[in-house]
């Protein structure tokens, strides 16, 4: 699985209101995706999702795909936020 990076969608940008950084705004993550890497640069992601969608305007996650057998290619505190259409291709 090391060809694949995993990807947000984010959200629409929401004011935080905590003391000392006001006007700050922080984008929370709508969908987790999976995308391929761009041919030849294995740490840049492709131009599209596996389920079809521009990577161009998503946030590249730090965590890389699991290498072992049977664990889950996205973070655990996003599990929820799956998007089912690029786990259906991720589990083939």
Known sequence: MSDIVVVYELDKPVATRSPGSPGDE?????????APTAPGTPT???PR???????????????????????????????????PDCEAVMEI
């Open 44 to 46: 840049r992601t492709g």
């Open 49 to 83: 999702t596996l389920c079809g969608k521009d990577t161009f305007v998503m946030a590249t996650a730090r965590r890389r795909p699991s290498e072992r057998r049977g664990a889950p290619w996205y973070p655990d505190e996003y599990a929820s936020l799956v998007c």
């Open 26 to 34: 922080e984008r929370p993550v709508r969908r987790v995706h999976a």
